[in-house]
């Protein structure tokens, strides 16, 4: 095989956490309805919990989840960040807004998973020691034999944030919920090369107070990046192949 087949994500997930968010038992319903709002059509209500509000919107295939302690956003086979931004965006907007805690934000985070179809050609982890992005040493192989399945997870920490790396192969086996189409996906069986990076600020690195253009900016940020990796990795995988 001398190529991957298109690249496609996986999910896009954003992440919110903060402190002092107690009031979440209190304004629950009423944060649920101003994001309902602020986020418009397509949008629905799950009946909150406890521990939980919810709104999911199936033809977009985006689900917003937020608690006393964090806002998360998923947004599964994305075909860009765009919309992600701006869902996350709209909705960090008003919750902040009911919780008041802008300046109580802990951490941010952007995950965003890739896969490579491999079609039938060489093995996910041939591909990787092929290309020595992930080659056991002597010393390892003297000790423990050659492996059968090469896989990376890694963080590298940057002065304004870290990221965390998880490289290797998987066997790609996705079912699409009833009510959900996937015929944009390039591949939904057979092997691949997942390449998961999540990008995050902590305590320590963030700039208060979080406001919704600032999120949008990371948000940003790592999506430019993880597609400059997705393209670096493809040129070291397969140096012929033309990017996507």
């Not at 917003?64 to 956003?73: D, N, Q, Y």
């Not at 998973?113 to 041939?126: I, K, L, M, N």
């Not at 998880?166 to 009510?179: F, M, Q, S, T, Y």
Request: hydrophobic letters at 40%; glycine letters at 6%; charged letters at 25%.
């Amino acid at each position: 095989m001398d190529s991957l087949a298109p690249a496609f994500m996986q999910h896009i997930i954003v992440e919110v956490r903060y402190k002092r968010g107690l009031v979440y038992f209190d304004r629950c319903g009423a944060c649920a309805l101003r994001i309902l709002d602020k986020l418009g059509p397509g949008f629905e209500p799950v009946t909150p919990t406890m521990n939980t509000g919810e709104l999911k919107n199936d033809a977009e295939r985006l689900n917003v989840r937020f608690s006393h302690e964090a806002l998360t956003v998923v947004a599964q086979w994305p075909e860009s960040h765009v919309r992600t931004m701006q869902v996350a965006r709209d909705a960090w907007e008003q919750l902040s807004e009911a919780f008041d805690v802008r300046n109580q934000a802990s951490r941010i985070g952007v995950r965003l998973a890739t896969f490579f179809p491999c079609g039938s050609g060489r093995s996910p982890d041939e591909l990787l020691y092929e290309s020595e992005m992930i080659r056991e040493t002597r010393a390892w192989t003297d000790l423990f034999g050659s492996p059968q399945t090469r896989q990376l997870v890694t963080l590298v920490k940057h002065r304004t944030h870290a990221v965390r790396i998880e490289l290797g192969g998987v066997k790609l086996d996705i079912r699409v919920p009833a009510g959900m189409t996937a015929n944009f996906l390039p591949a939904t069986t057979g092997p691949a090369l997942l390449m998961d990076l999540d990008f995050s600020q902590e305590e320590e690195q963030l700039e208060l107070p979080v406001t919704p253009p600032r999120l949008s900016d990371f948000i940003r940020n790592a999506a430019r990046d993880a597609k400059q990796h997705r393209e670096s990795l493809k040129k070291v995988l397969i140096p012929t192949v033309e990017n996507n």
